[in-house]
Nanobody, 121 residues
Framework: QVRLVESGGGSVQAGETLSVSCAASGRFINRYTVGWFRQAPEKEREFVAAVSYNSSTLYGDSVKGRFTISRDNAKNTVYLQMNSLKPEDTAIYYC???????????????WGQGAQVTVSS
């Protein structure tokens, strides 16, 4: 069983920086890819970024060049730093774990409870 707990998030102005963290626990968690997804009101869940056990990364097109995902296996924590935030980045951000390094939602077996990120113009 894998447990994921997000922290961070909050409200910022456009152009500012914000970070969210995902603390993971469970057997063999360091072998999993951990990804971030987001969902805005009345929109489908969208892939944001993922990092594999050996720190290979994937990014969604809308965040490339602005967001950075990283992981600290010693702390079982994955970080998402979000720079140059835009109002359209406003969403609930979820971390998730998968045994496959992918941007495909269905591969992710475990999900956190989500963290709200709000960006004002």
């Amino acid at each position: 069983q894998v447990r994921l707990v997000e922290s961070g998030g909050g409200s910022v102005q456009a152009g500012e920086t914000l970070s969210v963290s995902c603390a993971a626990s469970g057997r063999f968690i360091n072998r999993y890819t951990v990804g971030w997804f987001r969902q805005a009101p009345e929109k489908e869940r969208e892939f944001v970024a993922a990092v594999s056990y050996n720190s290979s990364t994937l990014y969604g097109d809308s965040v490339k060049g602005r967001f950075t995902i990283s992981r600290d296996n010693a702390k079982n924590t994955v970080y998402l730093q979000m720079n140059s935030l835009k109002p359209e980045d406003t969403a609930i951000y979820y971390c998730a774990a998968a045994q496959v390094h992918s941007d495909f939602t269905d591969f992710y077996d475990y999900w956190g409870q989500g963290a709200q990120v709000t960006v004002s113009s």
